[in-house]
């Protein structure tokens, strides 16, 4: 489970010509965008220098509990490799701009010491420093966003809250793709399978988690949707005071997984539906895939999705039956099984954590060689060919962290978790 310490307070002034960055060479993942804010912010508490360092655990310790010298070396090759493009226009002045995201990275060890040192392109450098036009970034937000999708929705968006009008440009929804992916290539060439992958999924999290409410307005050619705009409202306080976190069940996001969902949508159907409605239709769309009487479906996915949307898990618990026999169940069993549940996931998340703690301990080879052992045993394909891409860096994504880790907690203290109640 990813446990990323607090960035409170933590907010870097991100020069406007930096925001919604079109990579015209490279790709900007998730952790490309977390790390380079964060060195961004470090750049400009420091000032107007050729190089900037700080140690790897002060590093770390914004982005993920891993201290791997490894995932860091595979961020600062993206940055390198990735040529960013901007346009950007003030009254009579129109300005377009091409550069990378830093100009040099070096990760320096001497005895027991580890320090990471950068430099940025003087064009980023003196625009950081000196922003005319920028917009305020809240690090804890983007440590709660779990793509890079949504954190360039973010960010872009996070640019507009302050605009008058509240409406982000006009463009081609293909203009918006890799701004939004951090991918030059396009992805596809349907609107349908962007909105449905990246857009939605985006939008969704962004509104679960941030501190802008974010809608998004089609404009049609005909019958065909064209170009996009973004509408933003900054949330009332009160709904950020009364917003708490959803606590993250590992094992109920992985069931939404196997039913065919692709990541990225079971993140965000995650993020925007209440757990017991999630965990219900779950146990709905097996109930519905197993029965003998009925026609097969061709589906999971699709069943699991349009039962979410229509709420039919909950329209299912209110028939007579059901509804008097889960009445008898709540009288004699709820309180008991809200404490064993509580115990049992406080417990779970212990496991989980120090299941990653002691990988964590383990050197960089030890470490892939359990990742590729995960990799052979888990029937995930998406976590197959993240690990087999990635390597080591895979191990930001928090749904497939948190499943290598309830696998490495049950290799090591076995299923029923025995060995490990014992050593507690």
């Known amino acids: 489970m990813e446990n990323v310490p607090s960035n409170s307070g933590m907010a870097v002034r991100r020069p406007n010509e930096t925001i919604a960055i079109n990579p015209k060479k490279g790709k900007i993942t998730l952790g490309t965008r977390r790390l380079f804010n ?17 140690s790897i655990s002060e590093v770390m310790a914004h982005i993920t509990t891993s201290k791997d010298s490894e995932w860091l070396k595979e961020c600062f090759r993206q940055m390198q490799e990735t040529s960013i493009e901007w346009n950007h226009k003030e009254e009579n002045r129109e300005e377009w701009g091409v550069s990378g995201l830093i100009s040099e990275a070096r990760i320096i060890t001497a005895g027991n010491s580890t320090t990471i040192a950068w430099a940025l392109p003087q064009i980023i450098r003196d625009r950081l420093m000196d922003p005319r036009f920028y917009t305020k970034l809240t690090l804890e937000i983007h440590s709660k966003l779990k793509t890079g999708a949504s954190i360039a929705l ?19 929804w293909q203009w918006w793709q890799p701004r939004l992916t951090g991918n030059p290539k396009r992805e596809t060439d349907e609107y349908k399978y962007f909105s449905r992958d990246v857009l939605r999924p985006a939008i969704a999290e962004v509104n679960q988690v941030s501190d802008v409410i974010v809608e998004l307005i089609e404009h049609k050619n005909g019958r065909r949707i064209e170009e996009l705009q973004f509408k933003i409202a900054r949330k009332a306080l009160s709904e950020l ?15 939404i997984i196997r039913l065919g969902v692709s990541q990225k949508e079971a993140r965000a159907l995650y993020a925007a539906h209440n757990l017991v409605l999630l965990r219900k239709t779950v146990a709905l769309t097996e109930q519905r895939a197993n029965a003998t009487n009925v026609t097969p479906l061709k589906s999971k996915a699709a069943f699991f999705k349009k039962a979410l949307s229509g709420q039919y898990a909950t329209a299912a618990s209110a028939e007579p039956a059901v509804e008097a026999r889960v009445k008898a169940e709540k009288v004699v069993q709820i309180s008991q099984e809200q404490e064993k549940a ?8 212990k496991q989980i954590q120090d299941a990653y703690e002691l990988w964590a301990e383990q ?16 029937e995930v394909e998406g976590y197959r060919k993240d690990i087999q891409r990635r390597g080591l860096a895979c191990m930001v994504s928090i749904a497939l962290r948190t499943a290598f880790c309830q696998w490495y907690a049950n290799q090591t203290w076995g299923d029923s978790g025995a060995d490990y109640h014992k050593e507690k």
């Open 154 to 172: 973010y960010e872009i968006c996070s640019r507009y809250v302050t605009n008058p009008s509240k409406v982000t440009n006009r463009e081609h």
């Open 363 to 378: 050197g960089a080879e030890k470490q892939l060689v359990l990742l590729h052992t995960f990799r052979e045993a888990s």
């Open 342 to 349: 509580q115990q049992d996931a406080k417990l779970a998340a």
């Open 38 to 54: 964060l060195l961004l912010y470090f750049s400009q508490q420091d000032g107007i220098r050729e190089t900037y360092s700080r």
């Open 241 to 255: 005071e009364a917003e708490v976190d959803k606590p993250f069940d590992g094992n109920l996001l992985e069931s």
